[in-house]
């Protein structure tokens, strides 16, 4: 079974430029969720969707920061226009439904640098 | 609030020692506890998760305990490898909308 699929894997960009991740879920599986990891700390949560419907946004940074799932399948995360406190790991996860027992899956991650 | 520490923030020790890690969380209501391994540039990857009713769990050299009163939890390794080298994240997970309380890790360094 393939995993969580995540591009790039790295990226430099300058502050105030834009930047788009993609990630693509494992097979079937209905939840997807973007983290934002900064170094030394554990992920936090951007936002989760629910096929290509938003479950939850709450610590998504709306005026620089959006997602979409077109189609319940692929998502793109957007930064525009990107902060040096952008400067972050972010990772995809994905899991079969919303549950307390369906175990996320999490892809590499795409590393960015915001110089 | 709802938290998660973790102590200690790193740790160093020889391959083929044990060690134990350490959570204690504030989460309500609360549903499940898990202990995810972080590879250096990878995605974290699930170890165990321990419902309320549980008090230990065991994944080959990894034990993760779970004290309910306490509110606290422990992942001990037996016989450390040189492939245990990573972070080790405790999140605990709340009942009421799924919602994970993630720690902010153990870095683990097994040296030769």
């Known amino acids: 079974e393939a995993g969580v699929a995540q591009s790039p894997r790295y990226k430099i960009i300058e502050k105030r430029q834009s930047v788009a991740f993609w990630c693509n879920p494992i097979?079937?599986?209905?939840?997807l969720y973007w983290y934002q990891q900064i170094l030394g700390q554990g992920p936090k949560l951007l936002i989760q969707?629910?096929?290509?419907?938003?479950?939850?946004d709450s610590q998504l940074p709306k005026d620089r920061f959006s997602a979409e799932r077109l189609k319940g399948v692929d998502s793109t995360l957007k930064i525009q226009p990107a902060k040096l406190e952008d400067s972050a790991v972010y990772l995809c996860a994905s899991s079969l439904r919303q549950g307390i027992t369906y175990e996320q899956y999490f892809g590499p991650g795409t590393r960015l640098t915001v110089t | 609030k709802n938290q998660v520490e973790q102590s200690p923030q790193s740790l160093i020790i020889l391959e083929g020692k044990n060690c134990t890690l350490q959570c204690n969380y504030t989460v309500s209501p609360f549903s499940n506890l898990r202990w995810y391994k972080q590879d250096t540039g990878r995605g974290p990857v699930s170890l165990t998760i321990m419902t309320f009713s549980e008090n230990t769990k065991s994944n080959g050299r990894y034990t993760a305990t779970l004290d309910a009163d306490t509110k606290q939890s422990s992942l001990h390794i037996t016989a450390s490898q040189l492939s245990d080298s990573a972070s080790y994240i405790c999140?605990?997970?709340?009942?009421?909308?799924?919602?994970?309380?993630w720690g902010a890790g153990t870095k683990l360094i097994i040296k030769p």
């Open positions: 999140v605990g997970r709340r009942d009421s909308n799924y919602q994970l309380i």
């Open positions: 969707f629910q096929n290509n419907g938003v479950v939850d």
């Open positions: 097979s079937g599986h209905a939840t």
